[in-house]
């Protein structure tokens, strides 16, 4: 056997394997190619698997035994997080998109179920999971740059809670995927492609973690400060950054420096202890790494952990080291806890790792009679096992015990190896020399257990300046023995710490207030409870004391005529009187409030109505619930006149589903009438122009005309739009209404003829804007509402008017373009509805020059949105910007995925040839035909034109194209055009002779 190398005395820590999972997978029968692991999470109790197959096994730790196995018919499951205050709590994600968190009611034994499910990311990969470290909360974040939160319902946030129905809130959507996500006290870490951002859940509040970008997968990390002095200190955040370093910032997001590693990895790597095989130093000096660090994970005691998927590495954040960095093949994903790994490899295969000191991995594999590894590891780290601090975990005779079990025969070099360590061994009860030489002979000493030496000085026989000395030295002592006294016994397990930690989650959790209203966190269930209760006990009481007080007033009325005739008589007023005493009953509970109860009981039933899946594949029956819902909306937060109109029809036994969508139609009409009559008019003057209207309108049904209705613009438009709700609206009840308002919106229930349905559409969102769901809405337009510009101009003026008194107006009025884009840019994360607005103000400033720049705002921002709002030369310029912004490579592919419907690339080609092109008669022979050199000329857009030729496309799209082509002049068998031409004829025999043909004439 050679000689084994010894290793640099900076590195004291080694990565252990002790370990073998695989019969575990064995039993699991996630061994074999069919089905695999995919995921993994750990906690003190559980590691938690996720299968191929959608199943979720959860193992016990302790004796690794299998204990429950949940299912998932959605999907395979790409992520699971364990909840870090409850193990009773976990929560999955599969590849459809769905989130859903377990209860496992073990101490009930009761049987798992599920607490919550999300659908908000369906259709997009899930990329990140992370608990609330105080409540019952998941964070989830998506391959789009999406970021929600899912909130649980148990039985233990009190009772009743567990029939709780929690909203699905988003909290932010980022400019990219999200890689990672954290949360440590009330805030909430994403990091995606291009940054890193901070959010204050409590306050609603983001921030941007550093200024400069960056490109990739990088991952962030709260690193908490809870010991030695730093108890009590907020937490510090670490982000990566490309080219092995990494940024140390404060808990407001504010850089505190950057740690550079490029160069302290130029080190070679430690070898892995495994039982596999024998650890292999290679002391050759390695060139510096450059690495991008996918996720940072904290580890132990003040380290900080990340992995390629060849290596992993482990850092000291505190002195800027590293503390080690070792080669493992195949990585794919890793859990931990505490001062444990367990690493997820692309086969399926799974590892358990251990980060000891060098003296405590020697101690595990003596007890395990890995006598060889053992020896390897004291010969390879002499520097840590021969000073005393080792003696306590490795006496002298355990080392000569070991000794006395290697084989003189095959493993002799090893032996006289051991036999100098042992040689070099300090004895616990003595100091090494060099410690020695600076104590006075004046003075006694003893060693402490943890390695600290107590000088015992006489008086007067040293100065000042020796006893500072020496307690300096005792203090640096004791400070690297805490470095590295994380370590604790294999199979030790802390109940207390962990009960205490739990009890100081739920003290805390309890004493919690929300003051502010956060959209994507909900009142605590106890609280809305504890307020329906008084609420109602409120409203029964006062009830039941005002009916008494009438019933004895109607006794006290009727005796009069009992008196005046013999006999007692039901007079015709009975009816309305009882109508009166209920009017005096209820007018006895403040009108806002009555009002929002009864708006609060019509929306739950129709949301309880619409989560019946028979009817949501029914369109007709949705509808009519919806509209069965509208006139509460109308007659509580409608519009004044609406709103009197509305409790009059109620009063009379309510209207039929034909005059709402009726008002819908002719409300908005009518009101434009009013607007242009002169002051001066008499009233029968304008009654008399709006008889006349209806008489036409009957004339006009009557003889089925097909003609327009004139669209309504937004100077001419006289309903206002409303961005504020009139009345105070609690947040609970206003994201139920804001879903049902979208839907209504997004079903078009305002009839059938494509002019009504843009009419009631126009209205329903100037008069309900502050309840609809902006993002939703603004898909809605560019999908549905096209052909009616109306829709669209009513959603900008809207999303005009909800930001006009931000602090970007005004650095946009001044004039600055540069200025603006840039204070745009630092807005981030974006949202397309409030962004767009600013765009618009821009695009009426600049023109065209503002235009150009859109293309940074993609994927936010899109084509179709930018064809709202700007001409058509202009949006060209837009589009010819945006594509050649990308790489040549990925030019045409990105194009094609622009291309949403297909038809469009028909209008962009003839937008390319009829804008910024030469004279017909320079391309055109008199006949019509192309000229040979047409391709000459300047195409301003010839770039964007080649690329929409080469697009794939059946035949008859390619021949359209053609012929478009050969009607503006555009040669396609010239030289410049001919990769445009060989695309057209590409594979294609037919075509080939057909377009052949339309060139030579």
Same mark, same amino acid.
């Given at each position: 056997m050679p000689l084994i190398p010894v290793v640099p005395e900076n590195h004291s820590h080694v990565l252990a394997e002790f370990d073998c999972l695989d019969p575990l997978l064995s039993a699991l029968r996630l061994d074999s190619g069919r089905l695999k692991c995919t995921c993994l999470a750990v906690s003190r109790k559980w590691l938690a698997l996720g299968t191929s197959a959608g199943g979720l096994h959860l193992i016990q730790r302790d004796g690794w035994k299998q204990r429950l196995i949940l299912t998932h018919k959605e999907g395979s499951i790409t992520h699971v997080a364990c909840c870090p205050h409850d193990e009773d709590f976990i929560a999955a994600a599969t590849s459809q998109g769905l989130v859903v968190v377990w209860e496992l009611q073990l101490e009930r034994r009761g049987r798992p179920e599920r607490v919550s499910v999300s659908w908000e990311h369906r259709g997009q990969a899930i990329t990140a999971l992370c608990w609330d470290t105080g409540t019952f909360r998941v964070f989830v974040g998506d391959s789009g740059g999406k970021v929600s939160c899912l909130r649980a319902g148990s039985s233990k946030l009190g009772k009743g809670s567990a029939f709780v129905i929690f909203p699905i809130q988003t909290v932010t959507t980022v400019d990219s995927k999200v890689v990672q996500l954290g949360y440590q006290d009330g805030r909430l870490l994403v990091s995606s492609l291009s940054r890193c951002y901070l959010c204050d859940t409590d306050r609603e509040k983001f921030w941007r973690v550093g200024n400069k970008e960056r490109d990739g997968e990088y991952g962030a990390c709260f690193f908490p400060q809870n010991k030695g002095l730093l108890v009590g200190q907020p937490p510090l955040l670490f982000c990566a950054r490309p080219g092995s370093r990494i940024w140390e910032a404060s808990f407001n997001g504010e850089v505190l420096s950057t740690h550079q590693f490029k160069q302290l990895l130029a080190c070679p790597p430690l070898p892995l202890i495994t039982y596999r095989n024998e650890p292999h130093y290679n002391v050759e000096q390695k060139s510096s790494q450059s690495v991008a660090f996918p996720k940072l994970l904290y580890l132990g005691d003040q380290n900080l952990l990340t992995w390629t998927d060849s290596a992993i590495y482990i850092f000291t954040p505190h002195n800027g080291q590293v503390l080690l960095w070792t080669e493992v093949k195949d990585l794919f994903d890793i859990a931990v806890y505490r001062n444990e790994l367990f690493c997820l490899h692309g086969s399926g295969h799974l590892s358990h790792l251990s980060l000891l000191s060098a003296e405590r991995c020697v101690e595990r594999l003596l007890r395990r009679e890995l006598w060889l590894l053992a020896a390897a590891l004291c010969c390879m780290f002499q520097h840590t096992i021969t000073t005393s601090k080792a003696r306590k975990s490795i006496p002298i005779d355990r080392l000569e015990h070991l000794r006395s079990q290697l084989s003189s025969t095959t493993h002799l070099d090893l032996i006289g190896q051991l036999d100098e360590v042992i040689a070099k061994l300090e004895p616990l009860d003595s100091a090494s020399s060099s410690r020695r030489s600076s104590i006075s002979s004046h003075e006694s000493f003893n060693v402490l257990d943890c390695g600290i030496y107590r000088v015992i000085s006489r008086r007067g026989s040293q100065s000042d300046d020796d006893t500072s000395s020496i307690i300096t030295q005792s203090l640096s002592e004791e400070e690297r023995l805490k470095e590295f006294g994380f370590v604790q016994e294999e199979d030790q397990v802390d109940h207390d710490s962990q009960s205490s930690e739990r009890t100081e989650a739920e003290r805390s959790e309890q004493g919690l207030q929300f003051h502010l209203p956060l959209s994507f966190r909900p009142k605590p269930p106890r609280i809305a409870l504890q307020a329906v209760?008084? &609420?109602?006990?409120?409203?029964?009481?006062?009830?039941? #004391?005002?009916?008494?007080?009438?019933?004895?007033? &109607?006794?006290?009325?009727?005796?009069?005529?009992?008196? #005046?005739?013999?006999?007692?008589?039901?007079?015709?007023?009975?009816?309305?009187?009882?109508?009166?005493?209920e009017s005096e009953v209820y007018n006895d509970i403040p009108t806002t409030e009555a009002d929002m109860q009864e708006l609060r009981s019509a929306t739950e039933r129709a949301l309880s109505q619409t989560q019946d899946p028979l009817l949501l594949l029914d369109p007709v029956c949705l509808e009519e619930v919806l509209l069965e819902w509208l006139p509460v909306l109308e007659r509580i937060l409608g519009p004044a006149e609406l709103s009197s109109a509305a409790a009059a029809d109620s009063n009379l036994g309510g209207r039929g589903e034909e005059s709402m969508e009726r008002d819908y139609l002719t409300s908005h009409s009518e009101q434009q009438e009013e607007s242009f009559c002169p002051s001066g008019e008499p009233a029968e003057g304008v009654a008399q122009k709006k008889e006349e209207s209806c008489e036409l309108r009957e004339k006009d049904n009557q003889s089925d005309s097909t003609e327009k209705e004139p669209e309504l613009s937004n100077g001419s438009a006289a309903e206002p739009v409303r961005v504020v709700s009139p009345k105070p609206v609690p947040a609970?009840?206003?994201?139920?209404?804001?879903?049902l308002a979208t839907l209504y919106t997004e079903l078009s229930c305002f009839r059938n003829q494509p002019n009504e349905k843009a009419s009631g559409c126009t209205t329903f969102l100037r008069r309900y804007f502050f309840l609809l769901d902006q993002e939703r809405i603004r898909r809605m337009c560019l999908l549905c509402y096209q052909e009616q510009p109306q829709v669209q101009s009513s959603f900008t003026e809207a999303t005009l008017e909800l930001t006009q008194s931000t602090k970007m107006v005004e650095i946009i009025e001044r004039g600055d373009l540069l200025r603006s884009l840039r204070s745009l840019r630092e807005l981030q994360p974006w949202s397309a509805p409030l962004l767009l607005p600013h765009l618009h103000r821009l695009y009426e400033k600049h023109g065209e020059a503002a235009v150009r720049s859109f293309s940074q705002f993609h994927p936010t921002i899109t084509p179709a949105d930018v064809m709202t709002m700007a001409q058509q030369s202009h949006f060209l310029a837009y589009l010819d910007n945006l594509v050649q912004s990308q790489v040549e490579d990925h030019r045409l592919s990105f194009l094609q995925s622009l291309l949403e419907p297909e038809s469009l690339r028909q209008d962009w080609l003839e937008l390319a040839l009829t804008h910024d092109a030469p004279q017909h008669c320079d391309t055109l022979t008199p006949d019509g035909q192309p000229r040979w050199h047409s391709h000459c000329f300047s195409w301003g857009y010839g770039r964007l034109l080649s690329l929409l030729i080469r697009l794939p496309a059946d035949l008859s799209s390619k021949q359209k194209m053609a012929e478009t082509c050969h009607s503006h002049g555009r040669n396609l068998s010239s030289a410049a055009s001919r990769p445009g031409y060989m695309a057209l004829c590409k594979n294609d025999s037919s075509r080939a002779t057909w377009c052949g043909a339309k060139v030579l004439g």
């Amino acid at each position: 056997m050679p000689l084994i190398p010894v290793v640099p005395e900076n590195h004291s820590h080694v990565l252990a394997e002790f370990d073998c999972l695989d019969p575990l997978l064995s039993a699991l029968r996630l061994d074999s190619g069919r089905l695999k692991c995919t995921c993994l999470a750990v906690s003190r109790k559980w590691l938690a698997l996720g299968t191929s197959a959608g199943g979720l096994h959860l193992i016990q730790r302790d004796g690794w035994k299998q204990r429950l196995i949940l299912t998932h018919k959605e999907g395979s499951i790409t992520h699971v997080a364990c909840c870090p205050h409850d193990e009773d709590f976990i929560a999955a994600a599969t590849s459809q998109g769905l989130v859903v968190v377990w209860e496992l009611q073990l101490e009930r034994r009761g049987r798992p179920e599920r607490v919550s499910v999300s659908w908000e990311h369906r259709g997009q990969a899930i990329t990140a999971l992370c608990w609330d470290t105080g409540t019952f909360r998941v964070f989830v974040g998506d391959s789009g740059g999406k970021v929600s939160c899912l909130r649980a319902g148990s039985s233990k946030l009190g009772k009743g809670s567990a029939f709780v129905i929690f909203p699905i809130q988003t909290v932010t959507t980022v400019d990219s995927k999200v890689v990672q996500l954290g949360y440590q006290d009330g805030r909430l870490l994403v990091s995606s492609l291009s940054r890193c951002y901070l959010c204050d859940t409590d306050r609603e509040k983001f921030w941007r973690v550093g200024n400069k970008e960056r490109d990739g997968e990088y991952g962030a990390c709260f690193f908490p400060q809870n010991k030695g002095l730093l108890v009590g200190q907020p937490p510090l955040l670490f982000c990566a950054r490309p080219g092995s370093r990494i940024w140390e910032a404060s808990f407001n997001g504010e850089v505190l420096s950057t740690h550079q590693f490029k160069q302290l990895l130029a080190c070679p790597p430690l070898p892995l202890i495994t039982y596999r095989n024998e650890p292999h130093y290679n002391v050759e000096q390695k060139s510096s790494q450059s690495v991008a660090f996918p996720k940072l994970l904290y580890l132990g005691d003040q380290n900080l952990l990340t992995w390629t998927d060849s290596a992993i590495y482990i850092f000291t954040p505190h002195n800027g080291q590293v503390l080690l960095w070792t080669e493992v093949k195949d990585l794919f994903d890793i859990a931990v806890y505490r001062n444990e790994l367990f690493c997820l490899h692309g086969s399926g295969h799974l590892s358990h790792l251990s980060l000891l000191s060098a003296e405590r991995c020697v101690e595990r594999l003596l007890r395990r009679e890995l006598w060889l590894l053992a020896a390897a590891l004291c010969c390879m780290f002499q520097h840590t096992i021969t000073t005393s601090k080792a003696r306590k975990s490795i006496p002298i005779d355990r080392l000569e015990h070991l000794r006395s079990q290697l084989s003189s025969t095959t493993h002799l070099d090893l032996i006289g190896q051991l036999d100098e360590v042992i040689a070099k061994l300090e004895p616990l009860d003595s100091a090494s020399s060099s410690r020695r030489s600076s104590i006075s002979s004046h003075e006694s000493f003893n060693v402490l257990d943890c390695g600290i030496y107590r000088v015992i000085s006489r008086r007067g026989s040293q100065s000042d300046d020796d006893t500072s000395s020496i307690i300096t030295q005792s203090l640096s002592e004791e400070e690297r023995l805490k470095e590295f006294g994380f370590v604790q016994e294999e199979d030790q397990v802390d109940h207390d710490s962990q009960s205490s930690e739990r009890t100081e989650a739920e003290r805390s959790e309890q004493g919690l207030q929300f003051h502010l209203p956060l959209s994507f966190r909900p009142k605590p269930p106890r609280i809305a409870l504890q307020a329906v209760k008084d &609420s109602v006990s409120s409203f029964v009481k006062k009830t039941t #004391e005002k009916i008494n007080t009438l019933q004895m007033n &109607s006794e006290l009325w009727q005796r009069p005529e009992f008196r #005046e005739s013999g006999q007692p008589e039901m007079p015709a007023t009975t009816a309305p009187f009882s109508e009166e005493v209920e009017s005096e009953v209820y007018n006895d509970i403040p009108t806002t409030e009555a009002d929002m109860q009864e708006l609060r009981s019509a929306t739950e039933r129709a949301l309880s109505q619409t989560q019946d899946p028979l009817l949501l594949l029914d369109p007709v029956c949705l509808e009519e619930v919806l509209l069965e819902w509208l006139p509460v909306l109308e007659r509580i937060l409608g519009p004044a006149e609406l709103s009197s109109a509305a409790a009059a029809d109620s009063n009379l036994g309510g209207r039929g589903e034909e005059s709402m969508e009726r008002d819908y139609l002719t409300s908005h009409s009518e009101q434009q009438e009013e607007s242009f009559c002169p002051s001066g008019e008499p009233a029968e003057g304008v009654a008399q122009k709006k008889e006349e209207s209806c008489e036409l309108r009957e004339k006009d049904n009557q003889s089925d005309s097909t003609e327009k209705e004139p669209e309504l613009s937004n100077g001419s438009a006289a309903e206002p739009v409303r961005v504020v709700s009139p009345k105070p609206v609690p947040a609970d009840l206003l994201a139920d209404l804001t879903q049902l308002a979208t839907l209504y919106t997004e079903l078009s229930c305002f009839r059938n003829q494509p002019n009504e349905k843009a009419s009631g559409c126009t209205t329903f969102l100037r008069r309900y804007f502050f309840l609809l769901d902006q993002e939703r809405i603004r898909r809605m337009c560019l999908l549905c509402y096209q052909e009616q510009p109306q829709v669209q101009s009513s959603f900008t003026e809207a999303t005009l008017e909800l930001t006009q008194s931000t602090k970007m107006v005004e650095i946009i009025e001044r004039g600055d373009l540069l200025r603006s884009l840039r204070s745009l840019r630092e807005l981030q994360p974006w949202s397309a509805p409030l962004l767009l607005p600013h765009l618009h103000r821009l695009y009426e400033k600049h023109g065209e020059a503002a235009v150009r720049s859109f293309s940074q705002f993609h994927p936010t921002i899109t084509p179709a949105d930018v064809m709202t709002m700007a001409q058509q030369s202009h949006f060209l310029a837009y589009l010819d910007n945006l594509v050649q912004s990308q790489v040549e490579d990925h030019r045409l592919s990105f194009l094609q995925s622009l291309l949403e419907p297909e038809s469009l690339r028909q209008d962009w080609l003839e937008l390319a040839l009829t804008h910024d092109a030469p004279q017909h008669c320079d391309t055109l022979t008199p006949d019509g035909q192309p000229r040979w050199h047409s391709h000459c000329f300047s195409w301003g857009y010839g770039r964007l034109l080649s690329l929409l030729i080469r697009l794939p496309a059946d035949l008859s799209s390619k021949q359209k194209m053609a012929e478009t082509c050969h009607s503006h002049g555009r040669n396609l068998s010239s030289a410049a055009s001919r990769p445009g031409y060989m695309a057209l004829c590409k594979n294609d025999s037919s075509r080939a002779t057909w377009c052949g043909a339309k060139v030579l004439g």
